[in-house]
Structures are given as C-alpha cells and as structure tokens.
T-cell receptor, first 118, second 114 residues
Framework: SQTIHQWPATLVQPVGSPLSLECTVEGTSNPNLYWYRQAAGRGLQLLFYSVGIGQISSEVPQNLSASRPQDRQFILSSKKLLLSDSGFYLC?????????????????FGAGSRLTVL | DQQVKQNSPSLSVQEGRISILNCDYTNSMFDYFLWYKKYPAEGPTFLISISSIKDKNEDGRFTVFLNKSAKHLSLHIVPSQPGDSAVYFCAATERVGGYQKVTFGIGTKLQVIP
C-alpha cells in the first residue's frame, strides 16, 4: 500500500530564516506530487506540482520554491521567510502516467506541516 | 478567478437531519469532482467523487449530485452525525498535458449539533 510522509509537523521560524519541508511517498512510482497551503480562514491553494524528477511547475508567484530530487521526494523551500508564509502546508500525491492515470484517481494528502513565522 | 466556489463558509445541522453542502464551478473542462473532509491540524481525506458524465453517486450516508447545465454539485449527508463535523472541500480535476490539475474550493465548515 502507498503511504505519504511529511515533516516536520510543526515549525516556528523567525522572519528572514530559511525553510525546508520534506515529503516522501512510498509504495508507488512516478507519482504526481503537489504542495498546497491552507492559510488561516482560506481554502487550499495549490503552490507547486511535479510530474517527474526535476519537473516543477508553480501556480502562484511567491517567496517559496520546490524541488524533486528523487522520484518520490518533494521538498518545499524558502531562502527568507515572510510573515505571510505562515500557514498549514500539505503535500499530496496521486497516480501519474503509466500508473492507471485517471481523473478519478484520488489525491492523497500527508498530515500537514504547521508553519508559524514570527 | 475562483473556478470552484463554495459560497457558504459554514453550516449547522441537527444530528439525524440532512446536511447539504453546495459547490459551483465555472470551468467546463473539469472531468471529475471530488469531496474531501478535513479535521483541524490534519490533511484532508477523500470522501466521494463523481465523473462529469454522471449525475449522482452514492456511498452509504453520502450522496453527490451533479447538475452540469447549472455547473453545480452538492453533497448530501443523511443522517448527519456529530463525527461529520469538519471542513468539507469541493474539488475538481482537469487534465493539463500529462498532469491532472486539482482545484479546490475554500471549504464549508459543517457543525452537526447533538
């Protein structure tokens, strides 16, 4: 069975400090990977998605970046955090091409990482 | 431009009654619609989905209805239980090249009162 791991679960960082959130998926290959953010009182905003190693697409311009160094590893980073980066960050995966790719495939989320920037 | 809209930020329902959560969309290219349930400090979990070629899908207490002409879908929970209290997100998918783009609404917070 497939599992998704996301860490750290909570993080308190000062403004201007760097950020690294990591996500790994087990039990599948070539997944589509996603980073979402849920800010206070708002819905789920798609930040980045990836269809393969080194292939990253950004949905919104921001202070963050993403990388996919391995097939099942997705990293969210920032060089200098802003107050507005605070939120609940969610990694997610779903089956990609060659794995029963379908619009019906469920997007499975990790447990989330709560980031507070002070 | 919000392509998936949940216009009710919150809903309160008595235990045992029906909960109806609504969602509207604007993109005709969406091919699947999904509902997710989210508890505080947890990731969303999948609840139920419907293909754009269907008008109803049922799974136990949960039924999703799709009205393509009105670009509207709804989630019915019957009977509602206190454990159903959570934020419900409507989502829609469209294929963009080799990628399935998933767009979420802002969510509706459901409170089921015992």
């Amino acid at each position: 069975s497939q599992t998704i791991h996301q860490w750290p679960a909570t993080l308190v960082q000062p403004v201007g400090s760097p950020l690294s959130l990591e996500c790994t998926v087990e039990g599948t290959s070539n997944p589509n990977l996603y980073w979402y953010r849920q800010a206070a009182g708002r819905g789920l905003q798609l930040l980045f998605y990836s269809v393969g190693i080194g292939q990253i697409s950004s949905e919104v311009p921001q202070n963050l970046s993403a990388s996919r160094p391995q097939d099942r590893q997705f990293i969210l980073s920032s060089k200098k955090l802003l107050l507005s980066d605070s939120g609940f960050y969610l990694c997610a995966w779903r089956k990609g091409i060659g794995q029963g790719f379908s619009g019906a495939n469920v997007l499975t989320f990790g447990a989330g990482s709560r980031l507070t920037v002070l | 431009d919000q392509q998936v809209k949940q216009n009710s930020p919150s809903l309160s329902v008595q235990e045992g009654r029906i909960s109806i959560l609504n969602c509207d969309y604007t993109n005709s290219m969406f091919d699947y619609f999904l509902w997710y349930k989210k508890y505080p400090a947890e990731g969303p979990t999948f609840l139920i989905s419907i293909s754009s070629i269907k008008d109803k899908n049922e799974d136990g207490r949960f039924t999703v209805f799709l009205n393509k002409s009105a670009k509207h879908l709804s989630l019915h929970i019957v009977p509602s239980q206190p454990g159903d209290s959570a934020v419900y997100f409507c989502a829609a998918t469209e294929r963009v090249g080799g990628y399935q783009k998933v767009t979420f609404g802002i969510g509706t917070k459901l409170q089921v009162i015992p």
